[in-house]
């Protein structure tokens, strides 16, 4: 289980992107090297079953899902192993359908959120008795949303940072999930976002973030 510190957290998006080419070994090793702590990056399944690091809905106009790993180059989900045990991971599954190859492939990997925009896939993996915690990530607003993420078996909400105040954030912590914005890049908005009482944010720069949380530390 990730555990939450009284430290605000910041995981990297996708790594460092902004210094090193996303969803690579050496963007989350960067981030990690900033003092993030921990990453967050994009997973699918192809066609033959490869599990990728990737975030376009489709290549050359062919859904991605289509494809064969010798028809797309991207990293191999097992790149990630390394990362297992040394910092958070947030891994979020852009489409349902490969429940069983994630259970079997990192049902044991420490310290991961499995997240998707695809909610009935979290559903179902939260059916399935998953043993990692889960995560529903959200473009927009939605109506008693910590009711839902109750029901729907997630303990993390990852969403659109605009859409983020004190309100939601004291009615999800009410039920015990963990509220992590994603992409918020400027000084003021961590600042808003951790006045709101979130937990942490995903940034596209988490050096710039580590510096901005150790300066307010000393405030």
């Not at 066609?47 to 289509?66: C, G, K, R, Y």
């Amino acid at each position: 289980m990730i555990e939450l510190r009284s430290v605000f957290l910041i995981f990297g998006h996708r790594g460092s992107p902004r210094r090193v080419r996303e969803n690579t070994v050496a963007s989350f090793e960067e981030a990690l090297r900033a003092g993030a702590d921990g990453f967050e990056t994009d997973l699918r399944l192809l066609s033959d079953n490869t599990a990728v690091l990737f975030h376009d809905d489709e290549v050359s106009e062919q859904i991605t899902e289509t494809l064969t790993a010798s028809e797309l180059v991207a990293d191999p989900l097992d790149l990630l192993a390394p990362f297992a045990g040394r910092c958070a991971m947030i891994l979020e599954v852009k489409r349902r359908g490969w429940e069983g190859v994630l259970l079997d492939h990192i049902s044991k990997w420490p310290d991961i959120v499995v997240a998707s925009f695809d909610h009935t896939l979290i559903a179902e993996l939260s059916r399935r008795n998953a043993g990692f915690p889960l995560g529903l990530t959200l473009g927009g607003r939605m109506v008693d949303v910590a009711a839902y993420a109750k029901r729907v078996g997630a303990t993390w909400f990852f969403p659109n940072w605009r859409y983020v105040d004190r309100e939601l954030v004291e009615s999800l912590h009410s039920e015990g999930i963990k509220v992590v914005p994603w992409t918020p890049n400027r000084r003021a908005e961590w600042d808003a976002l951790r006045n709101a009482g979130c937990d942490g944010v995903i940034t596209d720069l988490p050096a710039e973030a580590v510096q901005w949380r150790a300066e307010a530390a000393t405030l």
